[in-house]
């Protein structure tokens, strides 16, 4: 029997990481939403790159809690949330859709005060995932060092990034088009652009 790939070192991946792949020309794709490392035909690693998910921190409970205790009668996140959906009316939006977002989201507890096993707050950070996989690129929303926030257009074969969208949006909405090579962006529920990829 023939050992395949041993002792390789994928960047940021454990024994624990889901990791996904896929048969390519030049070798083996192994993937997640944010990770793509590719292994040759003879397990020889070729690129392993993974990009930073993006995050929020929310401050409202604490926010709330100290509402609290001045004695303002508020409910600080309903009204926020009223704002958002103000907001999103304003601009046309009957609701806020996310039917072509495939992105995921994962809350933790960063930090809190509990009384009698009652959180008084929470202080929340929210980790953003929203990828797509096309034929020969995979597309990877993701932190980028002059406009915070991008869709990385990165080739399978090479790991390259071969184009970037900037976006505004923590979780926007896209859709790839193979055939023509193109992206469909939807931020704000407002704007819908077409970026030709070529």
Do not use: W
């Amino acid at each position: 029997m023939t050992v395949f790939a041993e002792d390789i070192k994928l960047e940021n991946v454990t024994r624990k990481t889901p990791l996904q792949a896929e048969y390519r020309p030049s070798g083996y794709l192994l993937f997640t939403d944010q990770h793509i490392s590719l292994l040759d035909k003879k397990g020889k690693l070729v690129h392993s790159k993974d990009y930073p998910q993006l995050t929020s921190t929310n401050l409202m409970g604490l926010a709330q809690f100290g509402a609290d205790i001045a004695g303002v009668n508020i409910d600080i996140a309903g009204s926020m949330e009223n704002m958002k959906q103000l907001d999103r009316l304003s601009k046309g939006a009957y609701r806020n859709s996310n039917a072509a977002s495939e992105g995921t989201s994962k809350t933790q507890v960063l930090a809190g005060a509990y009384y009698g096993g009652t959180p008084l707050f929470e202080v929340t950070m929210t980790r953003y995932s929203n990828s797509r996989n096309a034929r020969d690129h995979k597309f990877i929303l993701t932190k980028d060092g002059e406009s915070k926030r991008a869709i990385m257009m990165v080739n399978k074969d090479t790991g390259k990034v071969d184009k970037k969208i900037n976006v505004v949006d923590l979780t926007p909405q896209y859709i790839v088009d193979e055939v023509d090579t193109r992206v469909f962006l939807c931020e704000r529920n407002k704007t819908i652009t077409c970026y030709d990829m070529k």
